[in-house]
Each structure stands twice: as structure tokens, then as C-alpha cells.
């Protein structure tokens, strides 16, 4: 079904590879059982591409992620790679896939598993069934906005500067995915900004609303203040469907959303870029977490974040929403089952390792589709 669809497989360094190996094991389920099978590229990234070419990515690397239907990416970095120039720290290897993939528009789901319910450090009545989505500028904002620097003053104090910025058309663009998302979701749209003291928040709120009237009638779009949303995100986070919001606000209320949910085990990622003329958008897959250097090798590392960004590829770069929820039930049923890694073990539960719950996941796929 997919076999001319084509991924990049870039595990990177620490548990990268570890994780990246649960995925390839349901991936040969679905392969088997629904035929639907990719044709896989694997590529380095990070250390272990420096420890072999001198270079956290090379040329031909970043020439695959461009050519590709979509991109999974394990985690970089480690202690052995920290004394490096910041040029060819692991690190630059995903800067880099992010700046010329233009991977404008960041995806962070927030949701609750009902068997991981105590791990949130909300009430379970405040956060039971929490299926939310933040969808974060990544390319532009504060972050990149020029002027920028630290100066001295004529007094030879000095003074540190950054500048937020936003054009009509980079509004619009992330504008447009977070409106996009909600058309498959419950139909509602918080845009998020400080309006009230910034003018670019009062362009993002204008650019939001022009855009909502002319092409997104059937959504529901809401505007709302960025320090009410975090205050809202831990008094109701259920009334939130998909968030967007600039670099810097969405930076910090997604990270807010997702200890919501407990682990960053759990926690799985997208970055798109925009539609080419076929309509294909370049995309990249990754966990929020990094290498764990502290537990690589040890079989420990939760696959689960990992699994969750394979099921947001099926959804979002191949719209097998089916597929992807059968990935997301496996999951819930593995976790229901009472199987658990190290970093969300719980008393009464069976502690397993990376590889015993990947294979869990596989059986209970096996269980679902019998
Ligand atoms: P980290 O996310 O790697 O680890 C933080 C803590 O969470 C550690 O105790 C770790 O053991 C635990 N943890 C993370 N993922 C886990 C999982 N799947 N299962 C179980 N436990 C998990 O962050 P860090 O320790 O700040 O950084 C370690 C290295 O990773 C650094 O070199 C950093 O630069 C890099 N990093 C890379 C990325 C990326 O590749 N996108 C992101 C963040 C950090």
C-alpha cells in the first residue's frame, strides 16, 4: 500500500537507536499484517555521524531528508560529543535538518493515558481524557528577530536585546496547520498572544481572524491572552483543542502542557514544513527527549514517546488515521495491562525493559486486529 512512500531512519546517538528499534519492530507488524510497508533509508545523525565523517550531517544525509515522504529521528548528543566546537555538536545536526526542511510548524500532543493518570501532578478530575494539541512557530519569533545582541551604553552599562517579529504570511502559514488540525479534531482553535501590549500580537490576532473568516467557518477559533493560557492549561486544560501560538509563548506553554501528562517517556513530536506542489509537506518525527546518556545501553529507555511520533507520521504525513489509532490503542492496552518502563514504573506494576515493551505493543497489535 505504501511501498513507494519513502522514510529516512536517523536513530542518532544514546537510546536513539534503542527506541528507533521498537519502531522498526511494529513497523514489520504493520508490513506484515496490513501491508503496508515503507521503503525504509537509514542515515546517521549526531555523534555517531561525527565519530564517522567528522560532521553531525552530512550532504548527502540532508539531501535524503529533503527528497523523502517523511523523516523519523531518534534523539542526539552525549558527554563524548560535549567538549566539540558548536559547529559539529551533535546538536547542529538536528539544527540544521529543522533550518533547510523549513520546519515552520511544531506539533506537541498532550494526552492523558487513563492508566498513567496518578503520574500527572493534576488532579485526575482536572486532567482524566486530555487530548490537546499545541501547535508552536518554530522558524520565526523572538528567537530569530533581529536587531539582536547585547551592547554597551554610553554610561558602559549594558543592555541585552531581542526582537519579536512576525510577517502577515508567516502568521498565516502556521495559522493555517493549527485550523487545518482542528478540521480532523473537535473543531476548535485557541489562538494565543499578548495583543493587549505588543503589536505584533495584535497582527497575529488581525491575520487569525481574517484567515479563520475567509477559509475556516466551520472551526471555531478563540483568541486568548498567553498568561491566561497558562493559567487556563493547569485550571482546565480539557477546554483547549489545538493551541497555536508564536516561538516563545508556545515554547513555554508546551512545555507546561506536557509534564501535564507525566513522563517525558511518553512525550512524542512533529515538525512540518510547508505543501510542495504535489501537496506532500515535508515533515520530521522525533520524542521531545533527548539521548538519556544516563540510561543508554541499559535497555531501560521507554519507547513509547518514539512509537507515539511514528503514529503522528502515519496521521499526518500518510492520513492512515486508522493505523495510527491502532498504534495509540495498543499502547493504552499494553499500559492497561500493567507493564511499565523504569521512568513510569508504579507500585504493583511489572517493571519490563525497552525491548519487552515494544514486543507488548506488537502483541497487544496482534490482539486488536484479531
Ligand atoms: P534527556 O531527555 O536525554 O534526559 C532527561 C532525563 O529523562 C534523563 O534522566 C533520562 O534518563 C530521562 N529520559 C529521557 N528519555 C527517556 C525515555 N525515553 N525513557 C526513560 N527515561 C528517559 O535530556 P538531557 O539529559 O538534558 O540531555 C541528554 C543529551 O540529549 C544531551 O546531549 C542533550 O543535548 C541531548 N538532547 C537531545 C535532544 C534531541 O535530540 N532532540 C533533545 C534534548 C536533549
Given at each position: 500500500?505504501?511501498?513507494?512512500k519513502?522514510l529516512?531512519?536517523?536513530?542518532?546517538?544514546?537510546?536513539?537507536?534503542e527506541?528507533?528499534?521498537?519502531?522498526?519492530r511494529?513497523?514489520?507488524?504493520?508490513?506484515?499484517r496490513?501491508?503496508?510497508?515503507?521503503?525504509?533509508?537509514?542515515?546517521?545523525?549526531?555523534?555517531?555521524?561525527?565519530?564517522?565523517h567528522?560532521?553531525?550531517?552530512?550532504?548527502?544525509?540532508?539531501?535524503?531528508?529533503l527528497?523523502?515522504?517523511?523523516?523519523?529521528?531518534?534523539?542526539?548528543?552525549?558527554?563524548?560529543?560535549?567538549?566539540?566546537d558548536?559547529s559539529v555538536k551533535?546538536?547542529?545536526?538536528?539544527?540544521?535538518?529543522?533550518?533547510?526542511?523549513?520546519?515552520?510548524?511544531?506539533?506537541?500532543p498532550?494526552?492523558?493515558?487513563?492508566p498513567l493518570?496518578?503520574?500527572?501532578?493534576?488532579?485526575?478530575?482536572v486532567?482524566r481524557?486530555?487530548d490537546?494539541?499545541?501547535?508552536r512557530?518554530?522558524?520565526?519569533?523572538?528567537?530569530?528577530?533581529?536587531?539582536?545582541g547585547?551592547?554597551?551604553?554610553?554610561?558602559?552599562?549594558?543592555?541585552?536585546?531581542n526582537?519579536?517579529?512576525?510577517?502577515?504570511?508567516?502568521?498565516?502559514?502556521?495559522?493555517?496547520?493549527?485550523?487545518?488540525?482542528?478540521?480532523?479534531?473537535?473543531?476548535?482553535?485557541?489562538?494565543?498572544?499578548?495583543a493587549?501590549?505588543?503589536?505584533?500580537?495584535?497582527?497575529?490576532?488581525?491575520?487569525?481572524?481574517?484567515?479563520h473568516?475567509?477559509?475556516?467557518?466551520?472551526?471555531?477559533?478563540?483568541?486568548?491572552?498567553?498568561?491566561?493560557?497558562?493559567?487556563?492549561l493547569?485550571?482546565?486544560?480539557?477546554?483547549?483543542?489545538?493551541?497555536?501560538?508564536?516561538?516563545?509563548?508556545?515554547?513555554?506553554?508546551?512545555?507546561?502542557?506536557?509534564?501535564?501528562?507525566?513522563?517525558?517517556?511518553?512525550?512524542?513530536?512533529?515538525?512540518?514544513?510547508?505543501?510542495?506542489?504535489?501537496?506532500?509537506?515535508?515533515?520530521?518525527?522525533e520524542?521531545?527527549?533527548?539521548?538519556?546518556?544516563?540510561?543508554?545501553?541499559?535497555?531501560?529507555a521507554?519507547?513509547?514517546?518514539?512509537?507515539m511520533s511514528?503514529?503522528?507520521?502515519?496521521?499526518?504525513?500518510?492520513?492512515?488515521?486508522?493505523?495510527?489509532?491502532?498504534?495509540?490503542r495498543?499502547?493504552?492496552?499494553?499500559?492497561?495491562?500493567?507493564?511499565?518502563?523504569?521512568?513510569?514504573?508504579?507500585?504493583?506494576?511489572?517493571?519490563?525493559?525497552?525491548?519487552?515493551?515494544?514486543?507488548?505493543?506488537?502483541?497487544?497489535?496482534?490482539?486488536?486486529?484479531?
Amino acid at each position: 500500500m505504501a511501498r513507494n512512500k519513502r522514510l529516512l531512519l536517523l536513530p542518532g546517538d544514546g537510546i536513539g537507536p534503542e527506541v528507533m528499534a521498537e519502531v522498526r519492530r511494529v513497523m514489520a507488524w504493520f508490513d506484515k499484517r496490513r501491508a503496508l510497508g515503507f521503503e525504509v533509508v537509514d542515515g546517521l545523525v549526531g555523534g555517531i555521524s561525527y565519530d564517522r565523517h567528522g560532521t553531525p550531517l552530512t550532504d548527502e544525509v540532508m539531501a535524503l531528508a529533503l527528497e523523502v515522504d517523511a523523516v523519523l529521528f531518534g534523539a542526539v548528543g552525549g558527554p563524548k560529543w560535549d567538549h566539540l566546537d558548536f559547529s559539529v555538536k551533535p546538536e547542529r545536526g538536528l539544527l540544521r535538518l529543522r533550518k533547510e526542511m523549513d520546519l515552520f510548524a511544531n506539533l506537541r500532543p498532550a494526552v492523558l493515558f487513563e492508566p498513567l493518570i496518578e503520574a500527572s501532578t493534576l488532579k485526575p478530575e482536572v486532567v482524566r481524557g486530555l487530548d490537546m494539541m499545541i501547535v508552536r512557530e518554530l522558524t520565526g519569533g523572538i528567537y530569530f528577530g533581529t536587531p539582536r545582541g547585547i551592547e554597551r551604553l554610553a554610561d558602559g552599562s549594558r543592555r541585552g536585546v531581542n526582537t519579536e517579529v512576525y510577517s502577515e504570511a508567516e502568521i498565516e502559514r502556521v495559522g493555517r496547520v493549527a485550523l487545518e488540525l482542528a478540521r480532523k479534531r473537535r473543531k476548535l482553535v485557541h489562538s494565543v498572544d499578548k495583543a493587549n501590549v505588543m503589536e505584533s500580537g495584535v497582527l497575529w490576532r488581525e491575520v487569525m481572524t481574517a484567515l479563520h473568516k475567509a477559509e475556516y467557518a466551520d472551526v471555531e477559533l478563540r483568541h486568548m491572552y498567553a498568561d491566561n493560557a497558562a493559567m487556563q492549561l493547569v485550571r482546565d486544560p480539557r477546554q483547549f483543542d489545538v493551541m497555536v501560538a508564536g516561538n516563545l509563548f508556545a515554547d513555554i506553554l508546551s512545555d507546561c502542557a506536557a509534564m501535564l501528562t507525566g513522563s517525558l517517556g511518553m512525550l512524542p513530536s512533529a515538525s512540518l514544513g510547508a505543501p510542495d506542489g504535489a501537496g506532500r509537506r515535508r515533515a520530521l518525527y522525533e520524542p521531545v527527549h533527548g539521548s538519556a546518556p544516563d540510561i543508554a545501553g541499559q535497555g531501560r529507555a521507554n519507547p513509547i514517546a518514539m512509537l507515539m511520533s511514528y503514529a503522528m507520521m502515519l496521521r499526518y504525513s500518510f492520513d492512515l488515521a486508522d493505523e495510527a489509532d491502532l498504534v495509540e490503542r495498543a499502547i493504552t492496552g499494553v499500559l492497561d495491562g500493567g507493564l511499565r518502563t523504569a521512568d513510569i514504573m508504579q507500585p504493583g506494576k511489572a517493571r519490563v525493559s525497552t525491548e519487552v515493551m515494544g514486543e507488548a505493543v506488537v502483541s497487544e497489535l496482534d490482539k486488536l486486529a484479531a
